[in-house]
């Protein structure tokens, strides 16, 4: 019963920011490490961040290090992500997804969508 809940999707102008939130239920979250995937029109889903189980390790893809902030509340079960400088390239369904017994567990997805 692994549940993740993304929001905080929507429209922004490019150089905008957005803050995405994933609510967890139905697992140990602070035993897991949490990600953001990205899938943009036309294209493959890819890694944007992720954050070990205690946010001591965090990984960013290439493509937004130094624009976005991957975190997470244990106490909460949440982990976010803090975008800013949002580029029209952004524009995507963003996932958040837990990593449990060797596999990935999905939300539903929350649209981002970056345009003027």
């Known amino acids: 019963q692994v549940q993740l809940v993304e929001s905080g999707g929507g429209l922004v102008q490019p150089g905008g920011s957005l803050r995405l939130s994933c609510a967890a239920s139905g697992f140990t979250f602070g035993s897991t490490y949490m990600s953001w995937y990205r899938q943009g029109p036309g294209k493959e889903r890819e890694f944007v961040a992720g954050?070990?189980?205690?946010?001591?390790?965090?990984n960013y893809a290439d493509s937004v290090k130094g624009r976005f902030t991957i975190s997470r509340d244990n106490a909460k079960n949440t982990v976010e992500l803090q975008m800013n400088s949002l580029k029209h390239e952004d524009t995507a369904v963003y996932y958040c997804?837990?990593?449990?017994?060797?596999?990935?567990?999905w939300g539903q997805g929350t649209q981002v969508t970056v345009s003027s």
């Open positions: 954050i070990s189980n205690t946010g001591r390790n965090i």
């Open positions: 997804a837990a990593v449990r017994l060797g596999t990935n567990y």
